[in-house]
């Protein structure tokens, strides 16, 4: 299989299951090759691992949830699979700088992973 053509149908698995657990078994069938294969494979393609480039996505994805809706913080981080709204907000000041409640409140500017 063409590498370049399968990371785009991962990718596009990806956005259309942000909001869903994901298998690596079913990311590695889309590409044909063992979960082991597509993990390094992946890293050495996007220069990081699935399990980051998955988190950033959804994290991304929550900032346009954050700013553009009234939804409650809490249903934001469950609706991107996290447990808690600790556990989220930690991730997102990680990558954001900010938390949630003041990316919603203030104008600031915030990272966003394509």
Request: with cysteine; charged share 20%; aromatic share 12%.
């Amino acid at each position: 299989m063409d590498w370049l053509k399968g990371m785009n149908g991962i990718a596009e698995y990806i956005e259309t299951n942000l909001t869903q657990t994901m298998q690596y078994a079913t990311l590695s069938k889309i590409v044909g090759c063992s979960v082991y294969e597509f993990s390094r494979i992946f890293s050495f393609m996007a220069g990081m691992y699935i399990s980051e480039y998955i988190r950033r996505r959804r994290l991304s994805q929550a900032v346009f949830d954050i700013q553009n809706s009234n939804d409650k913080i809490i249903g934001i981080a469950l609706k991107y699979c996290y447990e808690s709204s600790t556990a989220f907000s930690r991730a997102f000041r990680e990558l954001h700088g900010t938390s949630p409640i003041s990316a919603r409140r203030e104008s600031v500017t915030l990272k966003t992973c394509l």
